[in-house]
């Protein structure tokens, strides 16, 4: 596996092939996505337009097999942005570890590490001093946890990530088997770089 990171507009070529890999992921647990490439390519606009977004796409060979955005949160969406602002946290201070995505057989092989190495040194470069990203909640006894998941939450926390009291959004998708979006509540953690 390679690794190669785009910056605002090079991520352009990419779109198409980091909406479906994106579709694809996420239709797993705890997402439950039901996704289209045109809503996906909507989404990703804000990493196009921000110069400062980096994000981190895995290759076997030419097939893209994972990828892991990220830009300064006060670029993100404001569904993002609005547990901060509620809490007298200033956007500006944090850069947003968005979403890593990547293919099951390429799991335990070390890409998520490199990918919080990568965007955690991009938001350095970028003068932040500050690391968030936020994860879906969903209740233990939902039907569709599958048996034996093991939530990423130890492997967060090696990284030096702690849950962020009182930060949780909201943001809205359809899930699987549903036309109409329903919102999620997704738990922000962060760290200090």
Partial sequence: MDFTMERGTGLEPHLEAIARLRIEVFRE???LYEGSVEYERDYLVDYVRCPQSAVVLAWEGDEL???STS????????????PFVQNGLDPERYFYLAESVLRRPYRGRGAGHYFFDAREAAARESGYRQATFCAVIRPDDHPARPAGYRPLDGFWRKRG?????GLVCHYHWPDLGEDEETWKPLQFWWRSL
């Fill in 65 to 67: 097999v994972g990828a």
């Fill in 161 to 165: 990530y702690e849950p962020a009291e």
């Fill in 71 to 82: 830009l300064p949160l006060a670029a993100a969406d404001a569904d993002f942005q609005a």
């Fill in 29 to 31: 647990w705890p997402y």
